[in-house]
């Protein structure tokens, strides 16, 4: 009976089992996914289901192995930097792909401003840079991510301090007075180009991790359609979106040193004792008994960490990516630090059966910025080495000080007594609507609102002890400005986008309309004459009786608008020849009512002449196209309100007396009512080439740009303006170049790549008009320099690059030293002779004996970039090169004379220079002071590896990596580019660091 009822039991079991097998009837499916280009396997690609969790990742090998329900009916392969795949499984049991590599693609999509083309519809000049082939920075400014990739485009930090501001120049300078700096758009959102005092650089605030390509616009054709802001060229940022459909999680974390590479050679305390006896025995008894070396005690090595963390996922009708990150960078100056929260959102949602679609991006972070003392690198340089950095006896916060008045500051005590902070908020977003309109088949209306709000303060306290301020009648001071900048944007227009088959036709077609407002509120507020300092920066109403008349407080509001109206046409006939025509209309509240509008068209055409019949003869050119395009551009980056002569309180010294009371004055801004826009016109012609199936690439390009009626200040006729300068359209300008450019797969094996690319550019610049047609002005000297008040280096000469320099041509003595002025200089034995060529023979040295000697402007610029891959190894280095510039170092001639070590009655440290060119009194216009500053920058060199398949993981890489390795170069000041002293002039610079960092990058 037992055995009966067992059996029965195992047969009910067996077919209620057989009769649920249908549900859970599963199908396991194998392959190998590979490199369509060159058939190596592609470990850690993605291989789904859609529209369930199933999924996994190839191995080591490409191979994967997946089981499936019976229902299932695809699978979908991706990669990172390759073009998603979605294949029908058909009953098959093995299914093997080959992606492409997204940037190789032909169909890549390119955002161009208002929309977006394919890329082998270009016409323009136009270089995408996508996040693979960013550059590992270890800086919070996002512009250098893209340093020597683009060939044509110069981008230099300003200086080494933490998130520097960035010199950006695009085939070259095309204003002299108005801004040079290319417009940036963030999502579709232009951005204001003025800074805020509470950060170095105000894109600072957008994180490296959250961006997802940068696209350069160089020529009018392609930045025509943002008009009067496209004359600088145009930095499109797209941020990346959540495109995977399951859900990912990455995190990557970093962790810095950094470390000065250079300081400013000037004597240690040993020998600045010897000199001084020998040289200037008049302060002799000043010297004191201690060694400090003051610029290692104002320097640190500087530590820093980053942490970004994201998650992205697709679903059927939507997308969605959110990003947290968190900098902590100090600077190798004592006090200098930036601390950045930031955070982002993007969502795409499809409605409608994907005929309606929007998409929102919001990002937003917190800075704050701590500012070294400005006066830090020259004091650390010249103070006294032989005195110690504390006085117990001192009055001023125990360090050891000089009692004359105008003597150097003991530079520790600046940054330890001293508070400069800022702090900044900022969030830009926008919402971006296109609708597919029913019945007309292309055609789409599309809406994009966005905003861009920045508010803030920055905060000084200088305590009554600081000897800077104790040396005032007013001793202590307090100060806070604070800001409000608001830029709001709608967009609005269509487009029709349609191919006609009959006519062998494509046209893209876009009408639109902008208006974009910009509000800023600066509320500041200043008091000097403390009480007491225990408040710090925190109370400002601690003050003397007598100091109320050094209480200052202002609000400046400054409202401007830009209304534009603008279209562009994109016309392809039988898939080889290209037109583009681009309208634009700009109306700027920065000129008056008579020349407030401006227009601005371009024209391009394009011919692929690869896809002629006549080329099937030579299948090694994979690609060639030829582009030609002219254009207008404008420049409004100027001031606000400066066609109307608005009242101003005169200053202190500008009252007038009205019985036994003076009374302040008001006065009109300079102002001119017919101040215009600054127009530049730009001829471009083009040639885009790909090898041997795509294997090499690359491209070149000749351009010329015209600037007329340039935006200069000069100084007004007499009696027409209350200042000393006035900004008017005057003068004309002209850039032109070569710009070329070539990357390729040089090395390809099992186990080896190597990837390639090279980039150089030559732009030669003119000025070849600074007055209006007779009015006689035949130059303007230039480019203020340290060390005496009012000393200028540079000159704005028509015919000759703007900021050449203009200095005296130093002579030579036969042992090779630069001539000291009433010496013997011949070697006759005769004192007396001049130290200068006397240029005009006239036995005098004057200002007619100035001459041109050298430009900032690099001749040549280069860009060379590897990626290199063994097995799991990997490693990348990126070089620039520039060739044919000059810097005047200021440093040398500002420290470089023994008159320097008496300054102000008391020791003052000078430069070793000084011992080789035996220079008593500063030559400042000497032409030995502009040197040749031709460089090799190594940039970065990072290795990694790529950890092997590990449970529940897509991908760790571990890596390393060095930035500003090293610079190769003849200058001997601490760094050849220089930017924020001046462009060219190197005046106590904050110093570049080396900069070792470690991280890791993982993936879920």
């Known amino acids: 009976m037992q055995r009966s009822l067992r059996f029965l039991f195992v047969l009910l079991l067996a077919c ?29 690609a993605s291989v789904s289901v859609p529209g369930t969790s199933a999924g996994t990742a190839t191995d080591m090998n490409g191979q994967y192995e997946l089981t499936v329900s019976e229902e299932a009916d695809s699978l979908r392969f991706s990669f990172v930097g390759y073009t998603t795949r979605t294949l ?65 485009v110069q981008i230099s930090a300003s200086d080494g301090a933490p998130g ?94 950094s470390q000065v590479q250079d300081n400013i050679d000037v004597l240690g305390a040993q020998e600045f004792r010897t ?106 340089a010249s103070f006294d080495p032989t005195q110690s950095i504390r006085d117990v006896r001192s009055p001023y916060g125990g360090f050891f000080e000089w009692n004359a008045a105008l003597a150097e500051n003991n530079p520790v005590a600046e940054y330890i007594l001293q508070s400069n902070q800022g702090e900044t908020f900022r969030s830009i977003g926008n919402v971006d609507a296109e609708y597919e309109i029913p019945y007309v088949q292309g055609l789409s209306a599309r809406a994009n609102v966005g905003y861009d709000v920045t508010v803030g303060e920055r905060e000084f306290f ?123 209309r700009d109306g700027s509240s920065k000129f008056g009512p008579a020349n407030r509008w ?144 070539l990357s390729g797969l040089v090395v390809e094996t099992g186990d080896f790549s190597w990837n390639a690319s090279i980039n150089a550019s030559t732009n030669q610049n003119e000025l070849q008009r600074i007055d209006r047609p007779g009015a006689g002005i035949e130059q303007l000297r230039v480019g203020g320099i340290s060390g005496a008040i009012g000393n200028t280096i540079q000159v704005l000469r028509p015919g000759q690059p703007i900021f050449s320099f203009y200095t005296y041509e130093q002579r030579y003595a036969q042992d090779g030293t630069p001539c000291v002025p009433g010496a013997d200089c011949d070697g006759d034995g005769n004192a007396g002779d001049l130290a200068y060529v006397d240029q005009n023979g006239d036995g005098t040295i004057n200002e007619d004996d100035l001459t041109l000697s050298g430009s900032p402007q690099p001749d040549w610029i280069f860009g060379h970039t590897s990626n290199l891959r063994y097995r799991n190894f990997d ?23 023994f008159s320097r070590l008496s300054s102000n009655q008391v020791p003052t440290n000078i430069h070793q220079d000084a011992l080789s060119t035996e220079f008593t009194d500063p030559q400042y216009f000497s032409d030995y002071y502009v040197e040749d500053a031709d460089f090799l920058r190594v940039d970065n060199i990072t290795l990694g590896y790529t950890l092997p398949d590990l449970p529940g993981v897509r991908n760790i890489r571990v890596f390393g990596r060095v930035n500003n390795a090293f610079i190769l170069t003849g200058y001997d000041g601490i760094d050849p580019e220089v930017f924020s002293a001046g462009i060219g002039i190197d005046n106590n610079v904050y110093p570049r660091s080396r900069t070792f960092t470690g991280g890791v990058s993982v993936s879920l």
């Open 16 to 44: 209620a089992v057989s009769s649920t097998a249908p549900a859970f009837a599963q199908q396991q499916i194998t392959g190998t996914v590979t490199d369509s280009q060159n058939g190596e396997t592609l470990p850690g």
């Open 88 to 152: 029908a499984i058909e009953g098959r049991s093995t299914i093997d792909i080959a992606l492409s590599p997204a940037t190789q693609q032909l169909d890549d999509i390119v955002v161009i401003g208002y929309g977006s083309v394919q890329e082998r519809d270009i016409t323009g000049s136009v270089n995408k840079v996508d996040a693979a082939e960013f550059n590992p920075v270890a800086t919070a400014s996002p512009e250098q991510l893209i340093s020597g990739k683009v060939a044509g």
């Open 164 to 257: 520097s501001d960035t010199f950006i120049r695009v085939r070259g300078a095309t204003s002299v007075n108005a801004d040079n700096q290319p417009l940036f758009v963030i999502d579709g959102v232009p951005l204001s180009n003025n800074g805020n005092t509470a950060q170095r650089n105000p894109l600072s605030f957008l994180s490296a991790n959250d961006i997802a390509n940068i696209t350069v616009l160089k020529d009018a054709s392609a930045t025509a359609i943002y008009g009067s802001r496209g004359a600088n060229g145009v930095i499109l940022i797209e941020t990346k979106s959540g495109d995977v459909e399951e859900g990912r999680v990455s995190y990557t974390g970093t962790v810095a040193a």
């Open 275 to 380: 000199v001084v006896q020998d040289r200037a025995p008049s302060v002799a008894g000043r010297l004191g008994i201690a060694t400090t070396d003051w610029q290692d005690a104002t320097q640190r090595d500087a530590l820093t960490h980053e942490h970004q963390l994201s998650y992205s996922q697709g679903f059927d009708t939507s997308s969605l990516r959110v990003s947290f990150g968190y900098l902590d960078q100090e600077g190798v100056l004592q006090t200098s630090s930036l601390e950045r929260v930031n955070a982002g959102l993007n969502l795409n949602q499809s409605l409608f059966d994907d005929a309606l679609s929007i998409t929102t991006n919001l990002k937003g972070s917190k800075t704050s910025e701590s500012f070294e003392p400005g006066s830090l690198v020259g004091g650390a």
């Open 462 to 584: 200088a305590p009554t002890n600081l000897k800077s301020q104790a040396e005032t009648n007013f001793p202590g001071t307090v100060s806070r400005a604070n800001f409000r900048q608001l830029n709001t944007l709608v967009d609005a227009f269509l487009n029709y986008d349609r191919r006609f088959e009959e006519i062998e036709s494509k046209f893209d077609v876009t009408a639109g309309y902008s208006w974009q407002d910009f509000s800023e509120e600066y509320p500041e507020y200043s008091a000097s004459g403390l009480t007491t300092n225990i408040y710090g920066p925190n109370r400002s109403d601690v003050l003397r009786a007598d100091s109320l008349s050094q209480v200052t407080s202002t609000v400046t509001e400054i409202p401007s608008r830009l209304i534009s109206v603008f279209g562009r046409i994109n016309y392809t006939y039988k898939d080889r020849y290209l037109l583009t025509a681009t309208v634009r």
């Open 598 to 741: 401006g227009t601005f068209p371009s024209a391009a055409l394009a011919w692929r002449v690869h896809q002629e019949s006549f080329m099937e003869a030579v299948p090694q050119i994979s690609t060639l196209k030829v582009r030609v395009s002219a254009g207008i551009t404008g420049n409004q980056e100027i001031g606000d309100f400066q066609y109307a002569p608005f009242y101003e309180p005169g200053g202190p010294r500008a009252q007038a007396q009205f019985g036994n009371g003076f009374v302040s004055t008001i006065r009109p801004q300079p102002a001119d009512e017919g101040i215009k826009w600054e127009e530049t016109t730009t001829y471009n012609a083009g040639i885009d080439f790909g090898l041997f199936n795509e294997r090499v690439t690359g491209s070149v390009e000749a351009y010329r740009s015209i600037t007329d009626d340039l935006l200069f200040s000069i100084t007004p006729a007499a009696g027409s303006n209350l200042s000393n300068f006035v900004t008017t359209n005057i003068g004309k300008m002209q850039n032109q170049g070569i710009e070329a450019s």
């Open 875 to 897: 490693m990348s280095f990126t070089l620039r090169a520039h060739i044919g510039q000059q810097v005047y170092n200021n440093v040398e001639s500002n420290f470089g004379h």
